[in-house]
T-cell receptor, first 112, second 114 residues
Framework: SQQGEEDPQALSIQEGENATMNCSYKTSINNLQWYRQNSGRGLVHLILIRSNEREKHSGRLRVTLDTSKKSSSLLITASRAADTASYFCATDRGSTLGRLYFGRGTQLTVWP | GAGVSQSPSNKVTEKGKDVELRCDPISGHTALYWYRQRLGQGLEFLIYFQGNSAPDKSGLPSDRFSAERTGESVSTLTIQRTQQEDSAVYLC????????????FGPGTRLTVT
């Protein structure tokens, strides 16, 4: 079964606007990762946030983690048409073995 | 440097045939993962190799699925007697070490079973 549940399932915005995607999970975790996927092919790692971290930044990306609510958010600021993609969160369900559990993803469309 | 590569990029096969999918991980990466992604879905874990340890096969959906890895290099995922529900994109990923680190994904193999 899916561990992460992203919402919204789909998001359409204009270039320059901010995009916020959310992820909820059910078990304890060691870390949570966000990935991007273009055109249903390979995934690209965006950011990893550890369970003892609350916020992390990378360029135009900002990720928050609230372990008490078992949720995370990914914010993309000043979005561009090239940000159009599917975004997935993935967790380890508390295991250290490396296996990841992915949600169904949010399809983001950024209109020029 | 070279990323994870997979071949073929697309495979169309008839129901009942066997298929082999190949993954070349990033050189030096000890951990290798296979995932399956059905249309519009997230990724389903299939199998995980870490160094010389016994692989974690807990995600393989049936005994028609198997995978091998030669040392810390190439891996092959084999699906025997393919069924239409096996149609999906099969993604391979590698990681420098096992454990909870970022994974580097290949472009995937799109398998269509007719």
């Amino acid at each position: 079964s899916q561990q992460g549940e992203e919402d919204p399932q789909a998001l359409s915005i204009q270039e320059g606007e901010n995009a916020t995607m959310n992820c909820s999970y059910k078990t304890s975790i060691n870390n949570l990762q966000w990935y991007r996927q273009n055109s249903g092919r390979g995934l690209v790692h965006l950011i990893l946030i550890r369970s003892n971290e609350r916020e992390k930044h990378s360029g135009r990306l900002r990720v928050t983690l609230d372990t008490s609510k078992k949720s995370s958010s990914l914010l993309i600021t000043a979005s561009r048409a090239a940000d159009t993609a599917s975004y997935f969160c993935a967790t380890d369900r508390g295991s250290t073995l490396g296996r990841l559990y992915f949600g169904r993803g949010t399809q983001l469309t950024v209109w020029p | 440097g070279a990323g994870v590569s997979q071949s073929p990029s697309n495979k169309v096969t008839e129901k009942g045939k066997d298929v082999e999918l190949r993954c070349d991980p990033i050189s030096g990466h000890t951990a290798l993962y296979w995932y399956r992604q059905r249309l519009g879905q997230g990724l389903e874990f299939l199998i995980y190799f870490q160094g010389n340890s016994a692989p974690d096969k807990s995600g393989l959906p049936s005994d028609r699925f198997s995978a091998e890895r030669t040392g810390e290099s190439v891996s092959t995922l084999t699906i025997q007697r393919t069924q239409q529900e096996d149609s999906a994109v099969y993604l391979c990923a590698s990681s420098p070490v096992g454990g909870n680190y970022e994974q580097y994904f290949g472009p995937g193999t799109r398998l269509t079973v007719t």
